[in-house]
């Protein structure tokens, strides 16, 4: 697959989201300094079946990966719907924003975002419940994320005595 060098000016898709992570330990003017000159990159809306090797094939399409993190349910350990993917240079890392950012894996539209770099602990949910914040509060049926969001869950188990929760 040829991929063709576009200008920075000309594609908007690489620029910076308005998005900021609330837990950077430093200053915004820091946090936006990584992000102008980071080779990695936060991939969200995974289903929570894609393998490391389906991300690897996709992404390798735009260059050469130096590692992936799976996103890890903190409690379970098992995969819950993000990753981050690290490139060796910056070029390759825009070509993908460009290239990749909103297409299909796995019968999902991913979703790529610049990441200021990976630090050891991020590869875990945040939600209280382990997995991601967006999928506690998330009220339709995802089965690609595990089904309902997890506070409706909670709404519609059947608690022990044979009654349905409300």
């Not at 995969?79 to 290239?99: I, K, L, T, W």
């Not at 990749?100 to 539209?109: A, E, P, Q, V």
Request: one cysteine or more; charged letters at 30%; hydrophobic letters at 25%.
């Amino acid at each position: 697959m040829a991929l063709v060098k576009l200008n920075a000016s000309s594609s908007p898709s690489i620029e910076l989201s308005p998005y900021r992570d609330q837990h950077f330990k430093g200053s915004r003017a820091e946090q936006d300094r990584l992000l102008r000159n980071s080779t990695t990159l936060y991939v969200g809306n995974l289903s929570f079946y894609t393998t490391e090797e389906q991300i690897y094939e996709l992404f390798s399409k735009c260059g050469d990966i130096r590692r992936i993190i799976m996103g890890l349910d903190k409690y379970k350990k098992t995969p819950c719907g993000f990753c981050f993917v690290e490139y060796y240079q910056r070029s390759d890392a825009e070509n993908c924003m460009r290239y990749i950012n909103g297409t299909r894996l796995d019968d999902r539209i991913i979703r790529t975002d610049w990441d200021a770099g990976f630090i050891e602990g991020r590869q875990y949910g945040r939600g209280k419940t382990g997995g991601q914040v967006r999928d506690e509060y998330r009220s339709d049926f995802d089965s690609g994320r595990g089904g309902y969001g997890k506070i409706i869950q909670q709404k519609v188990t059947p608690l022990s005595d044979g009654n349905f929760g409300r």
